[in-house]
């Protein structure tokens, strides 16, 4: 649904938690109780949405659009729920990070060629999603230990289920500490690569890794680029970070 042209994918999943409301209501289900599971449905197909935004309308397309249908005969506080669910999702501080969008699967395949790492190599991937970032690291590192921090609670608990092998946390990826990484994998966005510099540049190790899915550190000299089958370009550099200009 993340492919289709906007608004395709919120016309769908709204059309989508209608008929959940819609079939659970003609079930017996209370009324409140139906809207409360209609908009989770949306809520969950939210993380297709590109940007924070289009997720925002996503999620909260159904109840509104109840509201102006007339609304239901259900206790006020029915209505904050919707918005308990999108920020539980979703917390604020995290919404100037990238979207959830996954890595393609087998999209690092080709790193340990030119970013070999040890057996028990710490490897970070900083805002896990639903953990198709660790799976791609691992089909590359098998005998690496894989981290993962993600800040959204549900999020951190499905890549968690997705991914036994990882320690996931929850957390802020711009707090947490590098020093002890081999390697740190991210697939952000371009607002979020400076950040990302700077972090690198204070805290990896002489040696290690800042690999990037996509998006390039401008400000950096790469050490090696490699192509993923999906035609995206992968990033990588090593410590110490050199700049494009001495």
């Known amino acids: 649904m993340a492919r289709l042209p906007w608004p395709l994918p919120a016309l769908l999943t709204w059309a989508f938690a209608w008929g959940v409301y819609r079939l659970l209501s003609s079930a017996g289900m209370a009324t409140w109780l139906a809207l409360v599971l209609a908009t989770a449905a949306g809520v969950l197909a939210s993380v297709l949405g590109q940007t924070a935004w289009r997720r925002a309308l996503i999620a909260l397309g159904f109840p509104v659009s109840v509201l102006l249908a007339g609304g239901a005969d259900v ?71 894989l981290h ?3 800040w959204s609670w549900p999020l951190r608990a499905l890549c968690a289920l997705r991914c036994p092998w990882a320690r996931v946390r929850q957390g802020d990826l711009w707090r947490s500490d590098w020093r002890p990484c081999a390697m740190v994998y991210l697939f952000q966005r371009p607002e979020s690569m400076g950040r990302a510099v700077a972090k690198a540049r204070a805290e990896l190790a002489p040696g290690a890794w800042l690999v990037s899915l996509e998006f390039e550190a401008g400000e950096l000299r790469p050490t090696a680029r490699l192509q993923a089958p999906d035609g995206r370009p992968v990033w990588l550099y090593q410590a110490p970070l050199e700049p494009w200009q001495a």
Do not use: K, M, Q
Request: with cysteine.
């Open 75 to 145: 206790a006020p506080w029915v209505w904050l729920l919707p918005l308990a669910l999108l920020l539980l999702v979703y917390p604020l501080n995290a919404w100037r990070d990238a979207p959830l969008f996954p890595t393609p699967s087998h999209a690092l395949d080709e790193l340990p060629g030119l970013a070999p790492l040890p057996a028990g190599a710490l490897v970070l991937d900083g805002g896990c999603g639903l953990g198709d970032g660790l799976i791609a690291l691992r089909s590359a590192y098998p005998a690496a230990r």
């Open 148 to 150: 993962g921090v993600e």
